[in-house]
């Protein structure tokens, strides 16, 4: 057996002993031979111990998508915490929706020295985008 099939081997052994550096490491060492399901294991185990930028980077390097329901969870913990920063990072990154935003916006609004971050966040996911207008049509005689 080539030693990166032994590696991911090993990796997998790690992954399922909680020792989640050292797998990751030597799936990063061969992430060839690394399954979509080890990496999805592994994002899973990140995301349990929130390791948020681990996820991502795992995510990108696996080809798997981002844990995006336990994100917005996650999100909504720390909004409920007025954590708002990481609440904001978190809705960022799983693409939230606008009733999220919104929940987010009217917290920020509670605090006047968010105002402005409350606007931008507002410009950026809750208005609508405006439609190019077409030139207006001329009369045909």
């Known amino acids: 057996m080539p030693s990166s099939e032994s590696e991911v081997l090993v990796g997998r052994r790690y ?13 990063l060492r061969n992430a060839d031979r690394v399954t979509a399901r080890d990496w999805t294991q592994l994002a899973d185990r990140l995301m349990e111990r929130h390791r948020i930028p681990d996820v991502v980077r795992v995510c990108e390097l696996g080809g798997i998508p981002l844990p995006r329901e336990r994100m917005l969870e996650l999100a909504d913990e720390h909004l409920r915490r007025k954590d708002l920063d990481m609440a904001i990072h978190l809705y960022e990154l799983a693409d939230a929706d606008r009733a999220r935003w919104s929940r987010l916006v009217d917290v920020l609004i509670a605090s006047p020295q968010r105002e402005r971050q409350a606007v931008e966040l507002t410009e950026r996911h809750l208005l609508e985008p405006e439609l190019p207008q077409a030139p207006p049509m001329k009369a045909v005689s």
């Open 15 to 27: 992954l399922e002993r909680g020792f989640l550096d050292a797998a990751m490491k030597l799936f």
